[in-house]
């Protein structure tokens, strides 16, 4: 059963603010949408394995929003 449409799992790398994180994937280093902008530092800590889903919308500022941590 797939829970995410449209998704891809990536390695947290840094969050330069509540909104913006950056993770490096098989595609390389992709800019997210961080839905929660609490501190979450349990769970965005270096090489943590993350889902995104990719937005349909082109205007978008970033590509693809966090959408789990493992």
């Given at each position: 059963?797939?829970?995410f449409?449209n ?21 390389g280093?992709?800019r ?12 965005l800590?270096?090489?943590?394995q993350?889902?995104f889903?990719k937005?349909n ?11 789990a941590?493992?």
């Amino acid at each position: 059963m797939q829970l995410f449409e449209n998704h891809l799992e990536a390695t947290f790398l840094r969050r330069p603010n509540r909104f913006v994180l950056y993770a490096r994937s098989e595609e390389g280093t992709i800019r997210a949408h961080c839905p929660n902008p609490g501190r979450m530092r349990e769970l965005l800590t270096p090489g943590r394995q993350l889902i995104f889903e990719k937005s349909n919308n082109p205007d978008r500022k970033t590509a693809f929003t966090l959408v789990a941590a493992r």
